[in-house]
């Protein structure tokens, strides 16, 4: 499975990248091998400001699956943790549902 992180209007170190591709790792590798694998996994970290101007940070999933784009989710948080796995979890979620 091929990862690409990319970031927007936030400072990604290379903790935080290593945390990003380790759970998106974890929410994918129960697919390694399963028909219409999980060949590539885009994610983008951007700034989000809410309604009220708080901080926050928005995550976005790009799923490709037997090479066509076939999901995409978006989460929002104050906290990139939270976000990123937010966003994993849902795009795990519609990807098992597209294998069943």
Do not use: N
């Amino acid at each position: 499975m091929q990862m690409q992180i990319r970031s927007r209007g936030i400072p990604l170190t290379e903790d935080a990248r290593r945390r990003i591709e380790r759970r998106m790792r974890m929410a994918f590798s129960r697919y390694d091998g399963a028909p219409g694998p999980v060949s590539r996994v885009r994610v983008a970290v951007a700034d989000a400001k809410d309604d009220a101007e708080r901080q926050g940070v928005r995550c976005s999933v790009l799923v490709t699956m037997g090479g066509r784009a076939v999901i995409q989710v978006d989460e929002r948080d104050r906290q990139l943790d939270v976000a990123v796995a937010r966003a994993a979890e849902r795009a795990s979620r519609a990807v098992e549902r597209r294998l069943a």
